[in-house]
């Protein structure tokens, strides 16, 4: 068994995050920016509400201006108080390192960086000249930055490498440039002028500088190409120190669909090839969802043999079932809202409506006024659900409602179906979403919200199929525990309402 976290096959040769020798199943939610900050912030305003929720895994940053204040001097107290506050809440971390880049922009860097534009060089817009972000092709940055996280990881294996609270590390937050293309930096202008380096010659089998192999999209895979080779040093210099699992997140590309728009060069799905080429010590690629397709968003990381990992997804109750799709259908590592912190308290939705049209985000999606307690369910049901899922993962698959047009789907089991019928979708409530498993022939499990399900036979078939029995199920460490039998009016159509059920359906034939 490998000593720390990893990223390996389950016993059904499935990958997972691996903890202990055990596939990981995260029940999660990330930390609004700034509240891991403070450890007596956190301490009185944050792990209070987080017992509430029913989380085992917690996201949250540690920022580079919190550990090296003046160049040089390391100081380590914040992260020793936050290890000791999630052990003593029996919560294991995801550490998000906020070093040069966050949402396309060097806002966590320590000051002396802020205050040395010469040496610690900021990309640049084509007409408006200086933003707030470092240049990725700046190589004094980038060392810095690399020093400072390879201090961080080697001090993390001092005091963390037995107890395994920290599970993984997220390096930098939404990378890319905002407001153009690439960066126009003297520094960028002379690369980008010249040739493309030989790895993505042969691999994209083109020739030329960036524009000439590339055209139209030359900039942006310029950037990216920049992005992921400076992540790469960031990265190999932490797991010389401590191997955990490391990941990127991608603040997804949407409309207006040109670069700048989203951030330039990020780890969008559609340039995960070249930054593997890149950045091979990346073990994961992770999508922040505040879409409303979440279906696609997940196929779009989920096709690329990438483990579904999901940092930052939305706020509003749709969060509490969308959870049942990502662990079925894609036996995610990591289901994680955004903000979780406020989630208990939260009564009255008030957008900053600016800065959400800034960073293009769909408005519902941050309003978790409603939340907790469909999500508390959920988590409820999946946590004590955990060790039955896991063994058999092989097994699992879910189902969710797309769109306001989609009615429903067809389960396909060994010798009959299932016809799944969507409720309306309603403002406030969760979505229809699911977990469904085939127990044996003809006897299946079901869990999720808002759907009706009834058996089917299969096409060409003579056989008439019906429901012979329907019982409610819970679970306790894992073992699944048969409730009432529904029976007459009750027995026809199983239905899950708004909030997380579970149920057992053994079907036969007349």
Known sequence: MKKFPYIGLDQHGLTSLMVDGNPWMGLAGELKNSSSSNSKYMEEKVWPNLSTLGLDTVLLPVAWESIE????????????????????NNIRLVLLWFGLWKNGESMYVPLWVKRDPERFILAQHQFVGRSVSISPLCQPAIEADAKAFKKLMAYLRQVDGEMHTVLMVQVENEIGFLGSEYDHSPLAEEAFGQMIPNVLAEAFNKQGTWSEA?????????????????VERIIQAGKTEFPLPMFVNAWLEQH???????????????????????????????????????????????????????????RDPVTASNAFYAFGHHKAILFSPFGIDEFV??????????????????????????????????????????????SNRDKMGGFIKRSNHDRGCILHGHECDLIISYQDSLPGKPGSAGIWMELETN????????????????????????????????????????????????????????????????????
């Open 214 to 230: 590339f055209g139209e999209d030359g900039p942006e895979y310029f950037m990216a190409w920049h992005y992921a080779s400076a």
């Open 69 to 88: 204040p003046e160049e040089g001097q390391f100081q380590y107290d914040l992260v020793d108080e936050i290890l000791a506050q999630a052990r003593k």
């Open 345 to 390: 308290d939260y009564l009255e939705y008030k957008p900053n409506t600016a800065l959400l049209a800034e960073l293009n985000i769909d408005l519902e999606s941050f309003n978790c006024a409603g939340t907790s307690p469909y999500l508390i369910s959920s988590y409820r049901l999946l946590r004590n659900a955990r060790p039955f899922l896991l």
């Open 443 to 510: 006897t299946f499990m079901l869990m999720g919200c808002r759907f009706s399900v009834e058996p089917i036979q299969k096409r060409n078939t003579s056989k008439r199929v019906i429901s012979l029995r329907l019982e409610e199920v819970t679970f306790e460490r894992g073992e699944m525990l048969i409730g009432r039998i529904l029976n007459g009016d009750e027995r026809g159509h199983m239905i899950c309402g708004d909030t997380a059920s579970c149920f057992k359906m053994t079907v036969g034939y007349v």
């Open 256 to 314: 207006p669909t040109y670069p700048g728009y989203y951030p330039s060069g990020g780890p969008i799905a559609r340039l995960i090839p070249l930054w593997k080429l890149a950045a091979p010590s990346i073990d994961l690629y992770a999508p922040d969802v505040y879409v409303s397709d979440f279906f696609q968003a997940c196929q779009d990381y989920s096709i690329l043999k990438n483990p579904l990992l999901l940092p930052e997804v939305r």
